[in-house]
């Protein structure tokens, strides 16, 4: 007749064979099974049901075996259980011989864990899931991600699509959520840009497109500075200084230095004057830049009225501009509005 039994030297081997997308997991569990203080022979009726808590608690899975052979007291079975039980670090495993129940519950040690560990899953095809239990990856991280150190990448890299069917190393598509693509890089330095990229050939470093005019209300395709104060946006054909919704004088080496243009510079119109010193019946001429015509100009004396002998435009070995002369000693100031005429 049997008693009471009892289960000693419970060992968990491993958790394993797991069919594709959210099948069932299985432990493999082997125990020593005494009845009436001898070591068990023969089969039993077994049954295994996993738990939240030593005592009380949420009940997970239940597998029921009513025939398990048992051999000199040693016992293996295969626990088929689903996947989602092993969410939490800590479970309990219950089991019932011939109807009793023994206690306590035993804990299940890490072991069963090594396929879903704090929420990291690995398929059979050796793809691991972190946040999803049906990765088609290598890797497929579900969630939000934080780097705390150096990221090697030797291949193609996406985010949202498919780093084959692209063209860059590193591209980022939109994603929907509306959310642009941005760089914040805590940086202070003196010496090194924040983004530095370099290109050995003769390509671009630096490759932007799109369709956006640049506006003194916005726009542009790219934006340097602050995007609702000052700042200057490039656009496919134009560069423009703004601030805060207006145009704003654009600087080209402020600080000193030439500005040369291998083609037509075409800046509209400039104004320009100048004092000339001379004798009796002074006269001056001032000369636009080149490429540029005089559109208008004028006269006038240093020191009070005089006669005005000559005014009109005039053009030279120098180039075209204007030409004035008085009848003074005194000096004249020559004025002169130039324009682009092509």
């Given at each position: 007749?049997?008693?009471?039994?009892?289960?000693?030297?419970?060992?968990?081997?491993?958790?394993?064979?797991?069919?594709?997308?959210?099948?069932?997991?299985?432990?493999?569990?082997?125990?020593?099974?005494?009845?009436?203080?001898?070591?068990?022979?023969?089969?039993?009726?077994?049954?295994?049901?996993?738990?939240s808590s030593l005592t009380g608690g949420t009940q997970y899975d239940q597998i029921s075996m009513p025939e398990v052979a048992v051999s000199e007291g040693r016992f293996t079975v295969d626990l088929v259980v689903d996947d989602d039980t092993f969410v939490s670090t800590v479970r309990y495993l219950e089991v019932t011989v011939e109807g009793v129940t023994l206690s306590p519950r035993e804990r299940i040690t890490s072991v069963p864990y090594s396929l879903r560990t704090r929420g990291i899953f690995v398929d059979e095809n050796n793809n691991v899931g972190i946040g999803t239990s049906i990765p088609d990856k290598k890797l497929e991280v579900v969630g939000d991600v934080e780097m705390r150190g150096d990221v090697n990448v030797t291949k193609r890299m996406a985010v949202g699509g498919d780093p084959d069917s692209l063209f860059g190393q590193l591209n980022i598509l939109d994603s929907g959520d509306g959310a642009p693509f941005g760089i914040n890089a805590n940086w202070d330095s003196d010496t090194f840009a924040?983004?530095?990229?370099?290109?050995?050939?003769?390509?671009?470093?630096?490759?932007?497109?799109?369709?956006?005019?640049?506006?003194?209300?916005?726009?542009?395709?790219?934006?340097?500075?602050?995007?609702?104060?000052?700042?200057?946006?490039?656009?496919?054909?134009?560069?423009?200084?703004?601030?805060?919704?207006?145009?704003?004088?654009?600087?080209?080496?402020?600080?000193?230095?030439?500005?040369?243009?291998?083609?037509t510079l075409d800046i509209g119109w400039v104004y320009m004057s100048e004092d000339f010193e001379g004798g009796l019946g002074c006269c001056g001429q001032l000369f636009c830049p080149e490429g540029m015509r005089p559109i208008g100009g004028g006269c006038n004396a240093l020191v009070g009225l005089h006669d005005i002998y000559s005014n009109h435009p005039v053009c030279g070995e120098d180039g075209c501009g204007w030409s004035c002369h008085l009848d003074t000693s005194d000096g004249v100031r020559v004025h002169v509005l130039c324009a682009n005429v092509k």
């Open positions: 007749m049997r008693t009471k039994p009892t289960i000693i030297g419970v060992l968990f081997l491993a958790m394993s064979q797991l069919a594709s997308g959210q099948a069932p997991s299985r432990i493999t569990y082997q125990g020593e099974l005494q009845d009436n203080g001898c070591l068990a022979e023969g089969t039993y009726a077994m049954e295994f049901s996993i738990w924040t983004i530095f990229a370099s290109n050995a050939g003769s390509g671009g470093v630096l490759y932007a497109q799109g369709s956006s005019d640049a506006s003194p209300a916005g726009g542009g395709i790219i934006v340097a500075g602050d995007e609702a104060g000052s700042n200057v946006a490039i656009d496919a054909n134009e560069i423009m200084a703004r601030d805060g919704g207006n145009t704003a004088p654009l600087y080209l080496n402020n600080e000193g230095g030439d500005v040369i243009v291998g083609g």
